[in-house]
């Protein structure tokens, strides 16, 4: 992950509740053993027709939206399964943050450790900024400030909230190894004092194979 206080993007509305991970990225996208190639699947089924051509009602298949990397979805994005290639398609194909009023919780979790900022505002809020998108026609210029936790855009202005935990790793660039990381020295002597206490604990499993070997 990269250090990141401030989004600079343009966003677009997805009108669609419950909009899934089946959606997000189809399974058939899904046989890599890598993160490669993931960019091509996403929302597969309403960006292509069954030929594979791309849908042209579609507004992240019209000219005016090529700027798109912030999206305005319905509630419960990202549910059903917990398929981590939703997230990094969406990053591949170029999107850095997500707003809604909820989220799935796995997605949540899976988005927010890999960089892929979600924003959680109320409905109302949500819909005030749907609608300046489809009122404009095209994607709106959109700020998120990670340090200050606002949304700002021409005409609105919105606080979030985000967890201290998920704030610092964005502020610092850090992952979940990498935020673990830092209590090294307080890991390290939690362990020690373990095995002072409980020496007889240590390696067990590793020494129970030697003797029976």
């Not at 999206?71 to 990202?78: E, R, V």
């Not at 939703?86 to 909820?102: H, L, N, R, T, Y």
């Not at 002597?189 to 007889?200: G, I, L, P, S, T």
């Amino acid at each position: 992950m990269h250090k990141l206080s401030k989004i600079n993007g343009y966003a677009a509305a997805l009108r669609i509740a419950n909009f899934d991970t089946d959606q997000v990225m189809p399974k058939q996208f899904l046989r890599g053993i890598d993160k490669a190639g993931l960019a091509q699947g996403l929302f597969y089924d309403l960006r292509f027709d069954e030929y594979g051509e791309p849908k042209q009602n579609f507004f992240l298949n019209q000219p005016a939206y090529a700027k798109t990397d912030v999206l305005i979805a319905g509630p419960n994005y990202g549910c059903g399964s917990s398929r981590e290639h939703a997230v990094w398609g969406m990053q591949q194909f170029g999107f850095k943050a997500v707003i809604a009023s909820s989220f799935a919780e796995i997605f949540y979790s899976n988005a927010m450790g890999n960089g892929l900022l979600l924003v959680v505002l109320p409905e109302d809020q949500v819909q005030a900024l749907m609608k300046e998108a489809d009122d404009k026609g095209a994607p709106i210029s959109l700020d998120i400030d990670i340090e200050s936790l606002r949304v700002r855009t021409t005409y609105h202005e919105f606080a979030f909230v985000m967890s201290a935990r998920h704030r610092r790793m964005f502020l610092e660039g850090l992952d979940v190894i990498g935020l673990t990381l830092k209590y090294k020295t307080e890991i390290d002597a939690f362990a020690q004092e373990h095995w002072n206490k409980q020496a007889w604990m240590k390696d067990v499993a590793r020494k129970t194979i030697d003797r029976l070997s």
